[in-house]
């Protein structure tokens, strides 16, 4: 639970992917190869489990268009800046 707790956006996030990752190793239990530790394999399943609504509520790339984000800013009296600001002058500091 402290895993999935530090990587789940809520506790109830966090509960539900320590019951899915359990789950989940129980029907998989057949691939874990003989000999080999159980906690980290484990460990990364509740890991994967517990990123998953994290990912779920990710917004998809094209949300924003380029456009938006390339686009000129204006300043206050209407003329047009660049994307980037402006360069300070330092030789006179």
Do not use: H
């Not at 998989?28 to 190869?33: K, N």
């Not at 890991?47 to 390339?70: F, T, V, Y």
């Amino acid at each position: 639970m402290r895993i999935a707790g530090g990587i789940a956006p809520s506790v109830s996030d966090a509960e539900e992917a320590v019951q899915d990752a359990f789950v989940k190793a129980y029907g998989a239990l057949d691939r874990l190869r003989p000999g080999a530790p159980l906690a980290p394999w484990l460990m990364t399943i509740v890991s994967n489990e517990a990123l998953r609504p994290r990912a779920a509520l990710r917004p998809p790339s094209s949300a924003i268009p380029a456009s938006k984000l390339l686009a000129p800013r204006t300043s206050s009296t209407g003329g047009e800046k660049g994307p980037f600001p402006r360069r300070v002058d330092t030789t006179t500091v």
